[in-house]
């Protein structure tokens, strides 16, 4: 069955504290397409990145950053240097039948809450 | 482009009601879909369409039917509101060709049903 597990239900930080938010995932598929989604306070789902299963380079972008490891069914999402502004729930989703546009299989949610 | 829209905002039902959330994109996406977003759930697909005409079921379709008579639209209708459908619905849509796409959601409807 596929599955995508967010172990963590809520963590605090103070600002410029670095944090890592697991995700693991189960699938049978060998092309698979892993994200990240924010949803602020406000409701709205922000998309943050898409990762394919034939890459695994660690991406950057800002002050975020990934770290996909097939070899342990895991992408990490690590925020470096944390604002306020960062929080949110955010969501690592995984998709359906090889597909990056088709359906989503959602992880529960990790709560971010980062203090001044 | 106004992207995905979704129409009411909020919505207060009571038990029993029909009501018709709706979903409207202009970005000629092929695929459209619905999920439901539960405290400590996550979101959990309840249908989803490929193209004008076709609709399938996703992991939670019971108390919910959609139909895709344009590509442009996406209604999901709940013929008999009750409780255990409060809850905050996205609809989504991507394209199926362009191979470097991703999904964009609509902004949700928060249904509350007494």
């Known amino acids: 069955a596929q599955k995508v597990t967010q172990a963590q239900t809520e963590i605090s930080v103070v600002e410029k504290e670095d944090v890592t938010l697991d995700c693991v995932y189960e699938?049978?598929?060998?092309?698979?397409?892993l994200f990240w989604y924010k949803q602020p306070p406000s409701g709205e789902l922000v998309f943050l990145i898409r990762r394919n299963s034939f890459d695994e380079q660690n991406e950057i972008s800002g002050r975020y950053s990934w770290n996909f490891q097939k070899s342990t069914s895991s992408f990490n999402f690590t925020i470096t240097a944390s604002q306020v502004v960062d929080s949110a729930v955010y969501f690592c989703a995984l998709s359906e039948g090889g597909r990056s546009q088709g359906n989503l299989i959602f992880g529960k949610g990790t709560k971010l809450s980062v203090k001044p | 482009n106004a992207g995905v829209t979704q129409t009411p905002k909020f919505q207060v039902l009571k038990t029993g009601q029909s009501m018709t959330l709706q979903c409207a994109q202009d970005?000629?996406?092929?695929?459209m879909s619905w999920y439901r977003q539960d405290p400590g759930m996550g979101l959990r697909l309840i249908h989803y369409s490929v193209g004008a005409g076709i609709t399938d079921q996703g992991e939670v379709p019971n108390g919910y039917n959609v139909s895709r008579s344009t590509t442009e639209d996406f209604p999901l209708r709940l013929l008999s509101a009750a409780p255990s459908q409060t809850s905050v619905y996205f609809c989504?849509?991507?394209?199926?060709?362009?191979?470097?796409?991703?999904?964009?959601f609509g902004p949700g409807t928060r249904l509350t049903v007494l």
């Open positions: 699938t049978r598929d060998t092309t698979y397409y």
């Open positions: 970005m000629n996406h092929e695929y």
């Open positions: 989504a849509s991507s394209s199926l060709l362009d191979g470097t796409d991703t999904q964009y």
